[in-house]
């Protein structure tokens, strides 16, 4: 019998939720309410970044959403049978969502909607402080906008770190007819999924944050450049966009101030180069992915060569907090140059992965056991991959390093997009060193010859390196070759693809040499 009264359930849409069955848990809880003649309104919210709890199913009560996860379609007859729609006792009850360490010990800026709004949902959106920074950025000058983002200390969170405010100040000091905002949705480092869930569980962020950065530097048209591994994303993307433009806040006259601003959405070409911002211009101008040569830097002549402010997903969605609540808020968070809060991504070989946004200054090793509960085979942890699969290898004795961009680089790693991937000690950091080889021939876009030719000859190098582990002399020669040619790559490659590729190689070198049949530590920088 219906009570008249309809309760709401959270179930995540979110690819992550999804691919462990989501879908199929939101229709058994409809079918069960229907058939017990329960009234049930079901939310597909973003997900949460607990994913080895997903699907992580939440209740709202008087008390505040109540969580159970991870749910099976199977488990969902017994959670009816136990009253979870009252919060009631089951064996996958979590108590208050809020409350679960994981989420509780975070410091949730950018993703401060993220699981608790229906993304789609333009009204949810601004009942939570969505659209704020945009009114605010409206009423201020144009160059009091970027002076908020210089002020704020925002770096570029998609890997390079250098300041959001001057990409921005330098667009806005150049003349041209057309200016282009481009967001580099193409999220390519491995362990990294940040990007995908704001696009997917908080996009209209994302049209905020790009609308900001156009009216500030007088850019009319926007571009959101996603990976073509993202469908969910891209559809979402799509339909917010739709959303923002039928509402007034996209199009020729934004929220009535008759300043013009509009988005379009790209599918990307499939290739990891074109997540560097030169070889993604190069696609989105319907052209082969290759990097540029700089200068012109894309400020001055960037898409169809004209003024180009490109940032990445996380850069653009945390722009709105700063514009609503001031620099100052901001800028409160992290340490030293490195401002604010990161979204760090925990993966690999983890017990509880998922996404963590903290403050700047915290360390790997409390990521690593504070919130990721140790490794997921239960050996211990032997070497941490952070920043992407051009990040370096780091030991033990480097996971009481802060996580701050000077702090790693001072060490030959990088914070980079924040993903950081795990694995214990049966981990052969040779084969892994090899791999960032291969990757970088596979991916290398061909335009500059130490990243074309010498990723190739890296894989053959490392390969005659464990062919000679019996032989002594043959075995130093090819270990000093692969320095030479690491260094040479470092130095000489036109962009990041090749130029830190030797980051993963040297650091698994210089850290783990006895994986290469050497005895001793090797003392060169990672």
Sequence with gaps: MSTGQAITVYVPRDSAALAVGAERVARTIAAQAAERGLEVNIVRNGSRGLFWLEPLVEVATPQGRIAYGPVDAADVPGLFEAGFLQGGAHALGLGLTDEIPFLKNQERLTFARMGIV?????????????????????????????????????????????????????????????????????????????????????????????????????????????????????????????????????????????????????????????????????????????????????????????????????????????????????????????????????????????????????????????????SASGRPIKAVQVGGPLGAYLPESQWDLPLDYEAYAAVGAVVGHGGIVAHDDSADMSRLARYAMEFCAIESCGKCTPCRIGSTRGVEVIDRITLHRQQPAAHAQQVALLKDLCDTMLYGSLCAMGGMTPYPVMSALNHFPEDFGLTTPQREAA
């Design 118 to 374: 229906d993304p789609l949902s333009l009204a949810d959106y601004e009942a939570h402080e969505g659209y704020a920074g945009l009114r605010r950025a409206l009423a201020l000058p144009p160059a009091e906008v970027v002076q908020q983002v210089l002020d704020s200390g925002l770096r570029g969170r998609g890997g390079a770190a250098f300041p959001a405010g001057i990409k921005w100040k330098t667009v806005a000091g150049t003349t041209a007819l057309q200016k282009h905002i481009v967001c580099n949705a193409d999220e390519g480092d491995s362990g990294t999924f940040s990007d995908r869930m704001t696009m997917e569980g908080d996009p209209f962020v994302l049209i905020e944050g790009m609308t900001i950065a156009g009216l500030a530097v007088g850019a009319t048209q926007g571009w959101i450049y996603v990976r073509s591994e993202y469908p969910h994303a891209i559809a979402t993307l799509e339909a917010a966009v739709a959303t923002a433009r039928n509402a007034g806040y996209l199009g020729r006259d934004v929220m009535g101030s008759g300043r013009a601003f509009d988005l379009v959405v790209r599918k990307a070409a499939g290739a990891y180069v074109c997540g560097e911002e030169t070889a993604l211009l190069e696609s989105l101008e319907g052209k082969r992915g290759i990097v540029r040569a700089k200068p012109p830097l894309p400020a001055i002549e960037g898409l169809f060569g004209q003024p180009t402010v490109i940032n990445n997903v996380i850069t653009l969605a945390t722009v709105p907090i700063i514009l609503a609540r001031g620099a100052d808020f901001y800028k409160h968070y992290g340490m030293g140059r490195s401002r604010g809060t990161l979204p760090f991504q925990l993966a690999g070989n983890i017990k509880q992965g998922g996404l963590v946004e903290k403050a700047f200054g915290l360390t790997l090793r409390e990521l690593l056991f504070s919130f990721g509960g140790g």
